[in-house]
């Protein structure tokens, strides 16, 4: 085994006794793709599956971030232990994370019971990084109960939410010039539970009833579907939280009871190996040592000796390619 290997399986050590600084830099190491062979990737996979993983989105200016801390002391209470993975956006300039999330949540930084861990989005259009499925793995493998994924809040492509999360968590808000925003971002579909937040607002019901509304078009859940409720909550005081932590621990009991967990697992393996296999196609084709070959296959695509298709297949599977047609392309 490898320094390198030997480093990171010492830190999966040390995440798993709960050393929030281990859990931390294993994080990083995987985010940085500082990574020796697949060793930790595997015992990682082969040690997780325990948690209950929660994605939270919604539009932003919705309070996702208030709430999610409110949630995540109600959890506390319950005797849970509770990971946040929150998706800051990232500066166009620096790819860096603006790190919001983690100053709002100051106030459980003493509590051992709580890790929160702001990630850049680093241009991702699904609302989560690149890196975030990696950070949920670190998370569930090192045995906390609950893993809460906030996203950036950026609209339709929020969907991608429930390739990572277990439960998906809707969080809309009125008075935001579109009483209800979820069914304008397209998130309607994926909504394990819809949250009005900011309930306290006196347009708060109307955000409700519209949502009820949607839900009752969309027709009632076939035998033993779950039926997706419409919950409202005010972070600002706490109401409605512990009927969130109700329903959220109700809708993994009939994930668990109906087998929805595992089809949804096979589904989010599946998202899983695509999206690895699409990264390793590209890390190939950006190798160096594959540079001459990707220019000549390039020319001869932009001179019309080799058609765009033939081209991908021959650099991804390695199928011979000409002379002739790469003759003039050198």
Known sequence: MSTTDERLADLLDRAVERDMAATSQLISALEGRRVGSGAVLEALHRAGGNAH????????GSGKSTLVSVLARELRDRGLTVAIVAVDPSSAISGGAILGDRIRMQD???????????????????????????AVGVLDAAGWDVVVVETVGVGQAEVEIMRIAQTVVVVSVPGLGDDVQAIKAGLMEIADLHVVNKADRPDAGKTVAELLSMLTLAGPPGPGGWPVPVLSTSAADSSGVPKLADTLAEHRAWMAGSGEGERRERAMAAARIHSIAKDLVLARLADPSATPL??????????????????????VDNEPITDLQLEKSA
Request: glycine share 10%; no cysteine; aromatic share 2%.
């Open 294 to 315: 990707v220019e000549r296959v390039v020319a001869a695509v932009a001179a019309r000796r080799l058609d765009p298709h033939a081209a991908a297949r021959a650099l």
């Open 108 to 134: 459980h930084a003493l509590d051992p019971g709580i890790f929160v861990r702001s990630m850049s989005s680093r241009g991702s259009l699904g609302g989560v990084s690149a890196a975030t499925v990696d």
């Open 53 to 60: 993983v929660v994605g939270v989105t919604g539009a932003p």
